[in-house]
């Protein structure tokens, strides 16, 4: 009787320690997991901070094409102003020539436009 006790308590031991060995080999199991996933925020985190320097990159870069963009409408508008003032000159390159052609030998032909917006001319 005493001797199946023991065995039975024997038995039970052994159970007990496959039961402890088991759950240690899960919390292996967990421990790795854990190392891993805080491995993997690490690599998180460091692709976010690439992320928000690549974006605070791009931010940039579409404010210097806005002004880029801005420049370019000035310059546009700037060659509209010239071409209205140079089909003007044409205007008044092509009446000197009507007249010229009409005889009228006191008229003056503009030949370069000044620095502040005066013709300068130069007589026949």
Do not use: W, Y
């Amino acid at each position: 009787m005493a001797h199946d006790k023991i065995k039975k308590q024997q038995e039970e031991i052994k159970a007990l320690q496959d039961d402890n060995k088991t759950l240690k080999d899960k919390i292996n199991a967990q421990a790795n997991t854990t190392d891993n996933l805080e491995e993997d925020i690490d690599s998180l985190q460091q692709e976010v901070e690439k992320c928000k320097h690549d974006v605070i990159d791009l931010a940039d870069k579409v404010k210097a094409l806005k002004a880029d963009k801005e420049d370019l409408k000035d310059a546009i508008d700037s060659q509209k102003t010239e071409l209205s003032d140079l089909g003007a000159e044409v205007e008044d390159l092509a009446e000197c020539c009507a007249e010229q052609a009409a005889g009228d030998d006191g008229f003056f032909i503009p030949l370069v436009r000044g620095e502040e917006g005066e013709d300068e001319v130069l007589p026949k």
